[in-house]
């Protein structure tokens, strides 16, 4: 018979729902300092590293279902943040950023 090999510390969804929360509200925050789209994405920008550096860390050495969540929130708030710089680009005909 063959050995059953198992995961020391499977991921969950309780901890990919707590990176997620953990996230939004990370990238909420950061997002509030802002006061046009400009603002808005450098602060995204800004928080959004450190949080895939805090992702990084917890999937070597901590919860890896943390480690998800993060990284999915992450994903969804650089994903609206491009797209409203996208959708104001197309809008105005002048690149929001400078």
Same mark, same amino acid.
């Not at 992702?55 to 993060?70: F, K, T, Y």
């Not at 943040?81 to 197309?90: E, H, P």
């Given at each position: ?6 995961? +020391?510390?499977?991921?969950?969804? #309780? %901890?990919?729902? &707590?990176?997620?929360?953990? =996230? $939004? ?17 450098? !602060? ?5 590293? =450190?949080? !895939?550096?805090? &992702? ?5 050495? %901590?919860?890896? %279902?943390?480690?998800? %969540?993060?990284?999915? $929130?992450? #994903?969804?708030? !650089?994903?609206?943040? &491009? ?5 104001? !680009?197309?809008?105005?005909? =002048?690149? +929001?950023?400078?």
């Amino acid at each position: 018979m063959r050995p059953t090999l198992r995961e +020391p510390y499977p991921v969950r969804l #309780t %901890g990919v729902l &707590a990176g997620l929360a953990a =996230t $939004a509200a990370w990238l909420a925050g950061f997002g509030a300092l802002a006061v046009n789209l400009r603002e808005y994405a450098g !602060w995204i920008l800004a928080s959004g590293c =450190t949080a !895939w550096l805090a &992702a990084m860390a917890l999937s070597r050495h %901590g919860d890896r %279902g943390v480690a998800a %969540g993060v990284a999915v $929130a992450l #994903t969804i708030g !650089w994903s609206g943040t &491009a797209l409203a710089v996208a959708i104001t !680009w197309v809008r105005t005909g =002048t690149w +929001p950023l400078w």
